[in-house]
């Protein structure tokens, strides 16, 4: 994934496959990275063995995959002082909320050639947006119920662990 983050310039994701790990890569954003170690295809899961890192500060991730409203199925992000929420909204769109500011990173749906928008809210900052950024190529199938129950039946299929 590559594109423009306005004053940031050119950014881009690289995913890798062994080991499997997201890593944002732009001038003026923070180092950040996401990666799962027992992922070695698609998106990263997201669980209680998924490693982020922003800044060279590690976050700490939960999720309740069982509830029912989005706002209670939103993976919860603790990042050294600062809480986050990564939640999918009424529209469909993902969006990232600090839990004092509000909203500050969403995922705008998509634009030319197939490529996701990410708006950038006020009052965000590099370390948001390098997370924002970051987060998408987390795997955010478990933010609803319905990719819920469709990521489990595969990862049932598959003989996974149920952890994607």
Sequence with gaps: MVGTAGPYGEVSLRITNYPREATLV????????????????????????????????????????????????????????????YVCTDAGREELRDSARGPVV????????????????????????????????ANTLGLTVGGAIFSGVMSFLNGSKGNG
């Excluded at 996401?34 to 939960?62: K, M």
């Excluded at 995922?107 to 998408?136: H, K, N, W």
């Design 26 to 85: 732009a001038q003026g954003l923070p180092e950040a990275s996401i990666s799962h170690p027992d992922s070695s295809y698609g998106f990263i899961p997201v669980d209680a063995r998924t490693r982020l890192e922003v800044g060279g500060v590690a976050a700490r991730l939960t999720q309740n995959r069982r509830a029912l409203s989005k706002e209670d199925r939103g993976i919860e992000i603790r990042l050294g002082d600062r809480d986050y929420t």
């Design 106 to 137: 969403r995922e705008d749906g998509f634009g030319a050639e197939s490529a996701i928008r990410i708006v950038v809210l006020p009052g965000a900052d590099a370390t948001d947006l390098a997370l924002g950024i970051l987060l998408q190529g």
